[in-house]
């Protein structure tokens, strides 16, 4: 089993950036694909971006596309996600999770491990 902690949310104004990362234990992440998941005060979990074991591949919802980029180094048993240009729709508890490699998941149901969340908030 795998365990997640996230690091780096904040807050921060319109148009600027952050960069968040997963650190994973117990087991390294090399094994998983990993994603990062969203969720805005109510609202349901809305998936961000998935990333493959190895790096090569990599999914990413509309929303955040061309702002957001998700990057891993399994030497650091660390996951990244990069966020820039930010909105104030992007406000919420980011959430890495991880599951066993079966394509790019793209719905939050589908992965089996999550972190505990860190929060973004970007003012207008």
């Known amino acids: 089993q795998v365990q997640l902690v996230e690091a780096g949310g904040g807050l921060v104004q319109a148009g600027g950036s952050l960069r968040l990362s997963c650190a994973a234990s117990?087991?390294?992440?090399?094994?998983?694909?990993m994603g990062w998941v969203r969720q805005a005060p109510g609202k349901e979990r809305e998936f961000v971006a998935t990333i493959s074991w190895s790096g090569s591949r990599s999914y990413y919802a509309d929303s955040v596309k061309g702002r957001f980029t998700i990057s891993r180094d399994n030497a650091k048993n660390t996951v990244y996600l990069q966020l820039n240009s930010l909105q104030p729709e992007d406000t919420a508890v980011y959430y890495c999770?991880?599951?066993?490699?079966?394509?790019?998941?793209?719905?939050?149901?589908?992965?089996?491990?999550w972190g505990q969340g860190t929060q973004v908030t970007v003012s207008s």
């Open positions: 999770a991880a599951t066993r490699p079966v394509g790019l998941p793209r719905r939050p149901t589908e992965y089996d491990y």
């Open positions: 117990g087991q390294t992440v090399s094994g998983y694909t």
